[in-house]
């Protein structure tokens, strides 16, 4: 067995992965992101886990997060919800998401079936960290429940958040770079707790419809902690590819959904790889795949 394989089969939890993440080859690239307007932001594996330890002080300190809470994350594919997605789990805490990628955007609140997943994906959730905090809480109005609003700016260089926040808004982009860079859960949630929720909405009978009269219905897919990191070498969004042994340099697409990038993205960095991930409208040229030394996607 190779080295590369055994350590895919000994990273089973966030805790081990964050751990690699921080000391296995650390100041090498394991998150590249492109976003609008010719972003490009990228991380050491390193830098990649102060952000989640960070993000999980943030979460714990301010926020009481534990395992057991639900934390919805109303944000596009991103490198700032990859680093809350791993720091819900390093917390112990089940993430959710949605198929539409914002309730405050074109793909959310103004397109069809918004209202399904949007109420859905807040519904029962104690934080809701959003880019888009005036329409989560004209969600909220006369919701059952009242989770706490956490208003995340996107840009990679915006200390705070620009503009004026609804009240009882807190600014996660002001305030997280005060914590500490070091993790340490204080409890470790049950391999049968959920530690991921992701809505998808499907056009067929189900649950209520659309403006248009179209039918529509969520689906839920829930993961427990115990099979997060156990998903197999198969690429959900690179169709008949398999990880190659050995740590890859691979493109993912924003586009591709949270249902096939995000376990992709867990098993690369499982196998000491690297993700290039691009943002929706972000387009694949192989100038890029050769700039950035692309071995797979």
């Given at each position: 067995?190779?080295?590369?394989?055994?350590?895919?089969?000994?990273?089973?939890?966030?805790?081990?992965?964050?751990?690699?993440?921080?000391?296995?080859?650390?100041?090498?690239?394991?998150?590249?992101?492109?976003?609008?307007?010719?972003?490009?932001?990228?991380?050491?594996?390193?830098?990649?886990e102060n952000w989640v330890a960070k993000t999980a002080n943030y979460l714990v300190d301010e926020l009481?997060?534990?395992?057991?809470?639900?934390?919805?994350?109303?944000?596009?594919?991103?490198?700032?919800?990859?680093?809350?997605?791993?720091?819900?789990?390093?917390?112990?805490?089940?993430?959710?998401?949605?198929?539409?990628?914002?309730?405050?955007?074109?793909?959310?609140?103004?397109?069809?079936?918004?209202?399904?997943?949007?109420?859905?994906?807040?519904?029962?959730?104690?934080?809701?960290?959003?880019?888009?905090?005036?329409?989560?809480?004209?969600?909220?109005?006369?919701?059952?429940?009242?989770?706490?609003?956490?208003?995340?700016?996107?840009?990679?260089?915006?200390?705070?958040?620009?503009?004026?926040?609804?009240?009882?808004?807190?600014?996660?982009?002001?305030?997280?770079?005060?914590?500490?860079?070091?993790?340490?859960?204080?409890?470790?949630?049950?391999?049968?707790?959920?530690?991921?929720?992701?809505?998808?909405?499907?056009?067929?009978?189900?649950?209520?419809?659309?403006?248009?009269?179209?039918?529509?219905?969520?689906?839920?897919?829930?993961?427990?902690?115990?099979?997060?990191?156990?998903?197999?070498?198969?690429?959900?969004?690179?169709?008949?590819?398999?990880?190659?042994?050995?740590?890859?340099?691979?493109?993912?697409?924003?586009?591709?959904?949270?249902?096939?990038?995000?376990p992709d993205a867990l098993k690369i960095w499982a196998a000491g790889g690297s993700v290039v991930l691009?943002?929706?409208?972000?387009?694949?040229?192989?100038?890029?795949?050769?700039?950035?030394?692309?071995?797979?996607?």
């Amino acid at each position: 067995m190779t080295k590369w394989a055994a350590m895919n089969q000994s990273l089973n939890t966030p805790t081990q992965l964050l751990h690699a993440l921080r000391t296995n080859n650390p100041t090498s690239p394991r998150l590249t992101w492109y976003g609008p307007d010719s972003e490009r932001v990228e991380f050491s594996g390193r830098v990649l886990e102060n952000w989640v330890a960070k993000t999980a002080n943030y979460l714990v300190d301010e926020l009481d997060a534990e395992p057991g809470t639900v934390i919805a994350l109303d944000l596009p594919l991103h490198w700032r919800s990859l680093a809350w997605l791993l720091a819900t789990w390093a917390v112990g805490a089940t993430a959710a998401t949605s198929s539409n990628t914002q309730t405050g955007t074109a793909a959310g609140a103004d397109g069809p079936g918004a209202l399904v997943t949007g109420a859905q994906l807040i519904s029962g959730t104690d934080i809701v960290a959003t880019a888009s905090p005036v329409q989560i809480h004209s969600l909220l109005t006369g919701a059952k429940g009242d989770p706490v609003v956490v208003a995340v700016a996107l840009p990679a260089l915006q200390m705070r958040w620009m503009g004026e926040l609804p009240s009882r808004t807190l600014d996660y982009s002001g305030e997280v770079r005060s914590h500490a860079d070091v993790f340490f859960a204080d409890a470790e949630p049950e391999p049968s707790d959920i530690a991921w929720q992701h809505t998808a909405l499907n056009n067929g009978a189900g649950a209520g419809t659309d403006v248009a009269g179209t039918a529509l219905s969520a689906d839920i897919d829930k993961t427990d902690y115990a099979h997060l990191l156990t998903g197999g070498a198969q690429l959900l969004s690179i169709p008949e590819n398999q990880l190659p042994t050995g740590p890859q340099r691979v493109l993912l697409q924003a586009e591709n959904g949270w249902a096939a990038v995000v376990p992709d993205a867990l098993k690369i960095w499982a196998a000491g790889g690297s993700v290039v991930l691009l943002g929706d409208g972000v387009l694949v040229s192989e100038t890029l795949r050769a700039s950035e030394n692309i071995t797979l996607g």
